[in-house]
């Protein structure tokens, strides 16, 4: 039996539509064994309440297997960890897509490479932003280039802190892509080619004083806003408490403060104001995950 986990990730960071993402220290783990008879798969050793055929671990598991013509006699899938909330925009379905391939390639006995993984993936999700950093760690810029990903990773500070706001309702990333216009101006364009390349700068650098305009976004965040109750006013007290930048979580609902180190304060003062929104809101701090994919036992 083996065991290994997925991080979840936040995609965009703000101007990075589609191409920046950062996996984050809240997992998801799978053990995988085998068994006798049929492939079974299991959450916390029970039967998946999600059914098969609409379980990205599982079809992505089974996919895999067919188009590499590996047969398999026996094998469980138990999801013995499912911290990664679903369609919260913190990469639930990446995580879900990478851990069926990579379980696949354990019982192919590690056939695929890394980036085979990685493409395997892409071609599911079908954009590299969450895929990349939930394989490899840490933050990526990636992008396809004729059929096959290609991803750089960018420094991150070794103090930096994500406040996650997750509400108690689902955005779906189908739900929040109809709500984008389907052309940008030339002055869009370049403001968020800006904001991107001077975020990528401020990270590697450690410029924290930078990052609130880094951050901006005219591509998707002024559209997707309207989807997220009260997030006006919860980036307005995040910045009022002192926090570095706020950006949406990949396609929302989750919303995302950075912080310098382990700010408590900041974060009672925030827990204390979400306790008085009309949502419920799961808070956590987490650290950048450096590590992506990793077998644990």
């Known amino acids: 039996m083996i065991r290994f986990r997925v991080p979840g990730t936040t995609a965009n960071i703000g101007p ?18 085998q068994i006798d008879g049929k492939i079974e798969f299991l959450q916390n050793g029970q039967p998946s309440p999600i059914a098969l055929e609409d379980n990205l671990i599982y079809t992505s598991f089974i996919d895999t297997l067919n188009k590499y013509n590996h047969k398999c006699n026996g094998i469980r899938l138990n999801l013995t960890k499912c911290d990664v909330p679903i369609s919260r925009g913190l990469g639930s379905s990446a995580t879900c897509i990478v851990a069926g391939i990579f379980a696949a390639n354990v019982v192919m006995g590690g056939i695929l490479t890394e980036e085979d993984i990685i493409n395997e993936a892409v071609k599911v999700e079908g954009h590299p932003d969450n895929i990349v950093p939930a394989v490899v760690g840490g933050m990526t810029i990636s992008l396809v280039n004729e059929g096959t990903v290609l991803y750089s990773k960018v420094n991150v500070p070794d103090d930096l802190r994500l406040f996650v706001m997750i509400p108690d ?10 709500v984008l216009p389907k052309d940008y101006s030339r002055e869009e364009c370049v403001f968020n080619v800006s904001r991107a390349a001077m975020l990528v700068n401020s990270m590697n650098n450690g410029n924290y004083e930078k990052l609130r305009v880094s951050v901006q976004d005219k591509i998707h965040q002024n559209y997707r806003k309207n989807l997220i109750r009260d997030i006006d006013e919860v980036f307005a007290a995040a910045k009022k408490y002192g926090s570095l930048a706020e950006v949406i979580s990949g396609s929302g ?5 950075m912080v ?10 925030m827990k204390t104001f979400l306790s008085k929104l009309q949502d419920n809101w799961q808070v956590h701090l987490l650290k950048p995950d450096f590590e992506g994919i990793k077998v644990l036992e």
């Open 16 to 33: 990075g539509f589609d191409s920046f993402g950062m996996a984050l220290n809240i997992y998801n783990e799978i053990t995988l064994e």
């Open 169 to 178: 309702y689902k955005l779906s990333t189908e739900d929040a892509r109809t």
């Open 253 to 257: 609902s989750t919303l995302i403060a």
């Open 260 to 269: 310098k180190g382990d700010d408590m304060e900041f974060c009672e003062n």
